[in-house]
C-alpha cells in the first residue's frame, strides 16, 4: 500500500500549485488509519493498516518531490537534500554529545 502513495502523490504535487492540500491529505490518512486501530483493533485492521500506508509512503514521495521542485538546478538540490539528510541522522548524536560530561 505505500507503493500507491509514494507513486501517486509525487505525480499530483508536480501537478499542483498549492500543495499543502496533499500535505493534509497523507496527515489525515495515517491520522484515521491510527485512530480506527486505536478505537477498533480488531474490526478492518487491514484496511487501517493500509490508510497508514499509503499516508506514509505519500509523506515520503511528497518530502523528497518538495527537495526537487524547491531548487532551481540540480546542485542546489543536491546541497539541499545531503542538508536535511545530514541534520536529520546527526541532530540527536550531536545533542547527546553536547550534554555529555566532559572527560578532561
Known amino acids: ?6 507513486f501517486l502523490v509525487p505525480t499530483l504535487a508536480g501537478r499542483m500549485r498549492d500543495r ?9 490518512l495515517m491520522a484515521a ?8 483493533p480488531s474490526g478492518g485492521a487491514w484496511v487501517r493498516a493500509g ?11 511528497l518530502a523528497l518531490t518538495l ?8 546542485a542546489t ?3 539541499l537534500s545531503g542538508m536535511s539528510r545530514t541534520w536529520a541522522i546527526s541532530s ?4 547527546r554529545c553536547r550534554s555529555a560530561p566532559s572527560m578532561s
Open 77 to 79: 538540490t543536491a546541497r
Open 92 to 95: 540527536p548524536r550531536q545533542a
Open 33 to 40: 488509519g491510527v485512530t480506527g486501530l486505536l478505537v477498533s
Open 20 to 28: 499543502r492540500l496533499l500535505g493534509v491529505v497523507v496527515s489525515s
Open 51 to 61: 490508510l497508514i500506508g499509503t499516508g506514509q509512503g505519500g509523506a515520503l514521495g
Open 1 to 6: 500500500m505505500q507503493m500507491l502513495g509514494t
Open 67 to 74: 527537495m526537487v521542485l524547491r531548487s532551481a538546478d540540480s
